[in-house]
């Protein structure tokens, strides 16, 4: 393999079996080789923690942070001293910040090591050319730990494909069609919410037996291939999302989900629970939010999700991510 055209991706787990910050990356290493002909080497945690791995040679390193993905508590203070190493052969460090810290009430442990997960992920963003972020949330949070961290804000890119749709497919759509799509544990907080009206598909997740009972055989897909879930979305008109937890994290919060993003990227109208602040990156804004007591007119319906798939495409697309990586790695 040519190093001269050769990075290197640190996961916490290898591309494949649906295993979300791994597929991401897998994702983003397609599109940076078919864009600008670079070949990705992957490391997985599990290598990286071995004292014979030796990093190949390469002209960047892309980290994808997560700090539970890299530790059971956490706190992966091995991980800065690794990078070094990685470094000492040169080549810029770019850091994907998936998550930064834990945050939870005081009564759990994660409350207590917050500050050794601070000090990790600001030593890492210190050691980085480039740092990445979902969220202006997010970006505020890293500044407040290092002011010196050159932070750009990416959303998070679409896990179940990104299809090319003309305005005739958005368009033709029934008004009554939802999906749920994501993780287990979303799926099911989402489910439970779920106001009950329409022709509902779910998407994703471990196989439910709860969930097996309630939906038809035909609307209920979990384990499922990206393709056949592209499919799925690419058909509906809105998409139930129960994803915060607490009502006081700004909405903005949700370009972390690829749920979201997998809404977005098939021109499906993404839908909470409750109202919540705009979403937008700088002055692009998406519409809504929305919410079941503001649902767009079915006449509006089309020109709305037209302008999500759009707005996906100019700001969250995976060729926008590798973009932004590419030109960090000639920079």
């Known amino acids: 393999m040519n190093n001269d055209r050769s990075i290197l991706q640190i996961v916490p787990r290898a591309p494949g079996g649906r295993e979300g910050v791994g597929d991401y990356a897998g994702i983003l290493s397609a599109k ?3 864009n600008y002909g670079y ?53 810029r460090l770019i850091t994907i910040f998936h998550e930064l ?3 939870r009430s005081w ?46 804000v990416r959303p998070v890119i679409s896990t179940f494909g990104e299809p090319k749709l003309t305005a005739e497919q958005i368009n033709n759509r029934s008004p009554q069609r939802w999906v749920i799509c994501g ?25 439910q037996s709860e969930i097996r009972r309630v939906l038809d055989q035909a609307h209920y897909l979990p384990d499922v291939e990206a393709e056949k ?24 919060a949700i370009l972390k989900s690829t749920a979201f993003a997998a809404y977005c990227a098939h021109g499906v109208i993404p ?12 002055a692009d804004a998406l519409p809504g939010p929305f919410y079941p007591e503001n649902l767009p007119s079915e ?23 590798a973009a932004t990586v590419a030109e960090a790695i000639a920079s």
Request: hydrophobic residues 45%.
């Open 107 to 152: 009564r759990r442990s994660a409350f207590w090591l917050q500050p050794w997960q601070k000090r990790i992920a600001r030593a890492i963003a210190k050691r980085s050319a480039l740092c990445l972020v979902s969220s202006a949330v997010l970006a505020d949070q890293l500044r407040a730990l290092t002011r010196e961290a050159r932070i750009l």
């Open 32 to 34: 940076l080789e078919e």
């Open 299 to 321: 006449s509006a319906r089309p020109e709305v999700a037209q302008a999500t798939y759009d707005w996906y495409g100019r700001n969250a697309s995976s060729a926008h991510l």
């Open 101 to 103: 810290y834990a945050e």
């Open 39 to 91: 070949r990705t080497i992957f490391a997985t945690a599990a290598e990286l923690v071995r004292k014979d791995w030796r990093a190949p040679a390469a002209i960047a390193v892309v980290l994808h942070y997560v700090n539970y993905g890299y530790d059971p508590r956490g706190v992966p203070s091995w991980l800065p001293r690794r990078l070094e190493e990685i470094q000492r052969g040169g080549g």
């Open 271 to 282: 839908v909470f629970p409750l109202s919540g602040s705009t979403i937008a990156l700088g």
């Open 183 to 207: 993780g287990t544990d979303l799926v099911l907080r989402s489910l439970k919410s779920f106001p009950g009206k329409g022709d509902l598909y779910v998407v994703g997740g471990a196989e």
């Open 229 to 252: 879930a592209s499919a799925v979305l690419s058909s509906c008109s809105y998409g139930w999302l129960d994803y915060f937890e607490s009502s006081a994290v700004p909405t903005a």
